[in-house]
């Protein structure tokens, strides 16, 4: 077994742990309810790896790698709400299967629960964490904003999207990263490094998560093909088209993407076939491989064995898919 | 003017430093809206309070106890969603100004700016200072759902309703003055005395908040009077009064106080004439008394000058409106 998937194993043993038996149960029951759905874990491994990397005690960063994971539920949990969606790795949400009230508030009391796991650190890191951490939360909520309307900004351009999803999803991958490494008091240059590292690994991420919405193999993906053309999200695939787009190949792209009352089997069709027209399938996955090789080139720079980095390098090519 | 005064005035002063001209500003205008709507600052007030009894820097204080201060309105931010109310201090609410999803997440982000605020302190009182703000961010969490619970509940008991204004309320006001008395780096014998002051103040201030939506007067109370009533809240008083209600009056108390289409003002009149009838009033007040007495004597055992303690009891006496 790999370094990688024994810390897995380590991340998912420690979540399974907790209990989650305060009282009321009516709060703690979809707190269970949410961080039993499972998911990949990405962001506390990441903490966790970062801390093996720096030569740091890994269990040491468990617990507040579990704070960055309840902190990621909590915000699905009230993203979900806000997007309206029923379903979340397969199975209802918490506000449909309870209602708002409840995910309202146990959405609030996870956060509460990540602040406790984040505060579980050395006091004399525990200042620098706690930085991080608010900054960090802060920005998934800037990001969540912005995320939201653009659902009603009929002018988006690809730089706006480009800092939405770097303050939505880049910084909190970073900044498991970048816990990692102060737990593992490297010094201040490679936590900063670390850092940079995972804004780009996380837009890469991102991007390869819209990209796969719209080309992903549905065995694959987990989830239905085509869900961002059929909620009219603009992603960074539909802003690109949009973009490049001319004459009836615009109107066309504008018809389908915002026409109500297409059947959505055509709609996805239609838009998919072109972004196929247009180029922004190859235009992506070039802008997500520039995103990678940035990430990557800032990897090459820390002064780290190469050996060590590799559980690291493994994990980047597993969210990215990529083959070499 | 007296110090109480003048930690009041510095702690306004202080809130209206704050700008939040973070964007985007659909973020960040909820949360100056919602700290400029005032309120009597209690909270924070109490910290700093606390701290100068306790010979502390006041100046050390004043962070930490804005993000007490930023925290409740937090709570009443997410909790007027959850009870669909449409006013607060006589103004609209965020989520009727502007809507659920803009409340929930600048909600969330006043979270994120208490916990900012809560961390700047002292690093080697900095853990400290977080588990108890930790804790009793839970508790308030835990608090606001037993008083959704009860709703729905047809048997709620008096001593449930208690554990319910405890959690709800009397935690936060414990958790200022402790807080006060922390960053005053006092013994840990007098920060436990003061929090369960604290606890016993908070339970006088929820019950007499309770009393004043019936029989206050609507010019001091600053609200309509029977609010209670109508929203058919189960409050002290009328799990008192349907405890001790018998025979026609328990029928007369269940049917005006739970019967819908009943004019507004025939509800009011006639539960309130029932709480008159059955001595809730008197018995409400003995509550208010005993609770007020318990957290006095506790802060006479207080080993400080008594002279230091005039401004929190002069305070007290304000919050319980005690004439002596």
Redesign the interface.
Known sequence: MDLAESLRNRIEEALRAEQFL???F??YDPIAYTLSQGGKRIRPLLALISCAMFDGEVEDAIEPAKGIEFFHNFTLL?DD??DQAALRRGNPTVWKKWN??RA??S???M???A??KI?KVR??I??EI??LF?IT??QV??G???D??FETNPEVSTDEYLEMIRLKTAVLIACSLKLGALVARTSVENADMIYRFGIQLGMAFQIRDDFLDVFGRHDKVGKEIGGDIVTRKKTYLYLTAFNRAKGDDLIRLTYYFHEPGIPLEEKIHQVRNLYLKTGVDKLTQETIESYSQEALHLLKQIPVDEDKKIPLRNLVNEMLDRDY
């Open positions: 305060g009282k009321p009516e709060l009230h709400i806000m708002t009230d309202i508030l959405g609030d009391t956060f509460v629960l602040y406790e505060s006091p004399d525990l200042p706690l930085e608010n939360a802060r909520c800037e969540q904003q912005l939201m309307n």
